[in-house]
């Protein structure tokens, strides 16, 4: 496509034809000769101890090449810190293979390598495992008593505990004309990405490994491995550039990277390590979480009063930690608050980041309880939510960098047509069928983070500019380009983005919908900086038009540099690289500036309409229509985000209706491991859904003033959906996910 403004315009995903015709090559697809294939075998017990390990049936098999256990593993370091990932939470991280101790129903105990998969997995299976088996809990219902704040410790992204409380909640409460209290339950939940967890290893060497990893953060991965394995960083190389979905779940490297790495190295050879799906229930899940709120209001609709608690399971060995109660105060303007936030370790593997972590959780419970307020006080919800209304976060006492929750609400109540319900609950039919509608509010957080990129102009006039980031779907290699484009004023099809590798300028692991805010800032960074040497060159070249001109005086635009007081001289990136006679590079990091952004509350907002049917004798639940009005600062391009939102909407239908891990506390082992009975929205699921993106300037949050929007679809989407249920039948369940015989 030719154009110099790109920015804004809904480009199509650069690598679309590669992944609909197969092309795009994932972490457990690469061609690597000479190719061993790990199968792991996970513990059947939930806690104890491994006795005996016969392996005699599984060695004598034709085709297996080792079996590796706690008995036979290479020497590992114990330092914690040498396990600790970019996303590690405080605590001791988990270490495969590491001893006889089981810690969660799952574990990965041993690892089989033979010639091919299917001997590899054969083989698993002839391995007989002896443990000791000792008392476990997994239950967080069951153990609320032994609720305690979480540790505090290092992480990537730092996550604020909850605001001190203000005021006096129990006198403000007491006094309130409309009070509502609620009990919401959540349940575990799995990420579970079309791609299945893998690695593949080539061997190159003593001591230097090519890792094709699925993964969140190449970055993650090289350092995660070098550390354990002792090996120079520079020796491993980990390449992600298609990636299969991940929504949180490689956030942290998975135990089949440690396992093919480790076996790689020990047998010098190259290894597969693929994961298939009920494995993928045997690491991070987004934790269950049991929430309290007790909200109270004056007669004429403001919020007086507001208490939000949380208590979400952790692991015995890490301290998993979200943000679940803070986004209350933050959203309304509230005198009298009271947050607390509380974990219970049990013995299951680390919860670990799911999309909107924490948020998509809290705001259930919020929103909620506003919808149950203004019902109580005969208020429409959504203009209870406009009294309720913040121009500043006055949990914080900080201004927003920008909030334009406001347009959110009147673009998408106007699309939906809000005004047009009948208030009353449970008086609209459709034959059989109650029909109800609700609304919610989102927020999300916008995360700043250091980025760093490269950038070279070659002798084809070919930009390239490089980060080891990945695109886990998102669209981070089309947004990228089109970021580079702009910035020096070429056209797309002249801009390469080249990512997913380590050996690439260092990048954070991808999410909490940071990357666009972060990488390219750090894409736009370098590419200024390459204007400058640009001018440069062209001085050099071509002296005499150019001579005493400074950036204010030139323009870049359609891969030329041109004089601003006449765009007909100009001289093109091609001919100016060729004529230089080597290319042009430039290296950039953008670290944001925490000292200004640390004034301010950054966040996206959203607003989600929702209509439902539900069956009057069958209970069953129906999604009929939705619009989401997103507030995400700058939207790069409206299409590869708007699929964001739709995803996230999508998901919204799936956490309030379907998606749950079901667990047996007798066995301490999660039951439904499949996608026949881990239940997701799929196509008949899926009818009117509508994406709003409202204008929002923001000049403060990065360079870009772009805030990203991985999660911010699926927060308000969910309690939109529970509060159109209680409107369309006059019941208010607020378990997660409401299934038909609630409504019986
Ligand atoms: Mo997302 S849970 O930050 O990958």
Redesign the pocket.
């Known amino acids: 496509m030719k154009t110099s403004h790109s920015i804004g315009k809904p480009i199509d995903r650069l690598e679309g034809h590669l992944k609909v015709t197969g092309a795009a090559t994932y972490a457990a697809e690469y061609e690597v000769g000479d190719l061993l294939h790990g199968y792991v075998v996970n513990s059947t017990i939930t806690k104890g101890k491994i006795i005996d390990i016969d392996e005699q049936a599984a060695r004598e098999l034709p085709g297996v090449i080792e079996v590796f256990s706690h008995n036979n593993r290479s020497k590992l370091p114990w330092f914690d810190i040498l396990y600790a990932d970019m996303d590690a939470p405080p605590g001791t991280p988990f270490k495969p293979l590491y001893d006889e101790n089981v810690l969660y129903n799952g574990q990965p105990i041993a690892l089989v390598v033979a010639e091919t998969f299917e001997t590899a997995r054969y083989a698993a299976s002839l391995i007989k495992i002896t443990y000791e088996e000792s008392k476990f809990k997994t239950s967080l219902l069951s153990n609320l008593q032994d609720s305690r704040s979480p540790k505090k410790g290092m992480a990537t992204v730092v996550k604020p505990l909850p605001p001190d409380d203000k005021g006096n909640f129990e006198k403000a409460y007491a006094a309130a004309n409309v009070t509502y209290e609620g009990e919401f339950n959540h349940p575990p939940e799995h990420h579970n990405p079309l791609e299945l967890f893998a690695t593949t290893t080539v061997y190159e060497g003593k001591g230097k490994l090519t890792v094709y990893d699925k993964t ?1 953060g190449t970055s993650n991965s090289q350092l995660y491995i070098a550390n354990i394995f002792g090996l120079h960083y520079k020796n491993v190389r980990v390449i992600a550039p298609f990636v299969g979905g ?3 779940s ?2 942290r490297p998975q135990y089949q990277l440690f396992l093919c790495v480790m076996a790689s190295l020990q047998l010098k050879r190259n290894v597969r390590v693929a994961m298939d799906r009920s494995q993928m229930f045997t690491f991070g899940h987004r934790p269950p979480t049991y929430q309290k709120t007790k909200f109270g209001a004056s007669k004429d609709g403001m919020l007086t009063a507001l208490h939000h608690t949380a208590i979400a399971e952790t692991s015995q060995n890490e301290d998993y930690n979200e943000v679940v109660v803070n986004w209350g105060g933050m959203l309304y303007p509230v005198k009298n608050t009271e947050f607390d936030y509380k974990l219970v370790s049990l013995d299951i593997f680390t919860p670990m ?5 924490g948020g998509s959780t809290g705001m259930h419970a919020i929103e909620t309880s506003m919808d149950a307020l203004s019902y109580a006080l005969n208020m429409d919800p959504l203009e209870f939510r406009l009294l309720n209304y913040s121009e500043t976060d006055e949990s914080a006492n900080k201004p927003f960098s920008s909030k334009e929750l406001k347009a959110c609400y009147q673009k998408a109540s106007e699309a939906f047509g809000w005004e047009q319900r009948n208030p009353k609950p449970r008086t609209t039919k459709r034959g059989q069928r109650l029909v109800g509608t609700g609304m919610s509010s989102g927020i999300w957080d916008v995360i700043a983070l250091p980025g760093k990129a490269k950038a070279t102009l070659n002798k084809k006039g070919q930009l390239k500019v490089k980060s080891a980031v990945t695109d ?1 779907g998102t669209g981070t290699r089309t947004i990228m380009t089109q970021i580079a484009a702009d910035s020096l004023g070429m056209t797309l099809d002249n801009v390469v983005f080249e990512y997913g590798d380590s050996k690439m300028p260092l990048a954070p692991i ?4 940071y990357t666009t805010g972060v990488i390219g800032s750090a894409v736009k960074a370098v590419c200024e900086a390459l204007k400058k040497k640009i001018l440069k060159a062209v001085k050099r070249v071509e002296a005499s038009s150019f001579k005493g001109a400074t950036l204010d005086d030139v323009i870049f635009s359609d891969n030329y540099i041109k004089l601003k007081k006449d765009p007909n001289i100009g001289f093109s990136f091609q001919q100016l690289v060729s004529d230089n006679g080597k290319k042009l590079k430039a290296s950039k990091s953008n670290i944001p500036n925490a000292f200004k952004l640390k004034k301010y509350t950054r966040a996206a907002h959203s607003a989600a309409f929702v209509e439902v049917e539900v069956d009057e004798q069958l209970g069953t639940i129906k999604v009929t229509r939705a619009v989401t009005a997103v507030a995400a600062g700058k939207i790069i391009n409206p299409k590869t985000a708007s699929s964001q939102i739709l995803g996230g909407m999508i998901w919204g239908i799936g956490k309030a209706l379907q998606e749950e891990t079901l667990i047996d506390h007798n066995l301490g082992k999660y039951m439904n491991t499949n996608l026949g009975e881990y239940h997701i929205p799929v196509h008949a699921d899926i009818n009117d859904l509508e994406v709003i993106f409202v204008e929002e300037k923001d000049d403060i949050i990065n360079e870009l003033g772009a805030k990203g929007v ?2 911010i679809g699926l927060v308000s989407m969910a309690p939109a959906i529970a509060n159109a249920i209680y409107h369309a039948t006059g019941k208010r369940i607020n378990n997660f996910p409401i299934h038909f015989d609630d409504l019986l």
């Open positions: 969140q991940g929504f949180g490689g956030l980041d799911m999309r909107a972590p886990i991808q999410g909490g919908s991985g999660e």
